[in-house]
């Protein structure tokens, strides 16, 4: 029982982990194409995203 539980701790683990670097990442690709957008002052899907998910 322990180690059924441990193991499935352990996997959960890994999926959040790779979860939150994959979301990081997409982040911060979403941070630099829309700062780049509002950089040349154009007002594409990747600025509104930045601005709406900025937390």
């Known amino acids: 029982m ?3 539980l441990a ?3 352990s996997q959960l ?3 959040l982990a ?3 670097v ?3 990442t997409g982040r911060l690709a ?3 194409t829309g700062w780049m957008a509002i ?3 154009g007002h594409n899907d990747n600025e509104m995203k930045f601005h ?3 937390f």
Do not use: P
Request: charged share 15%; hydrophobic share 45%; net charge neutral.
């Open 39 to 41: 950089a040349r002052g």
């Open 2 to 4: 322990a180690a059924c």
């Open 52 to 54: 709406t998910f900025a």
């Open 18 to 20: 790779g979860w939150l």
């Open 13 to 15: 683990a890994g999926w």
């Open 30 to 32: 979403d941070e630099q």
């Open 7 to 9: 193991r499935q701790f």
């Open 22 to 24: 994959g979301w990081s």
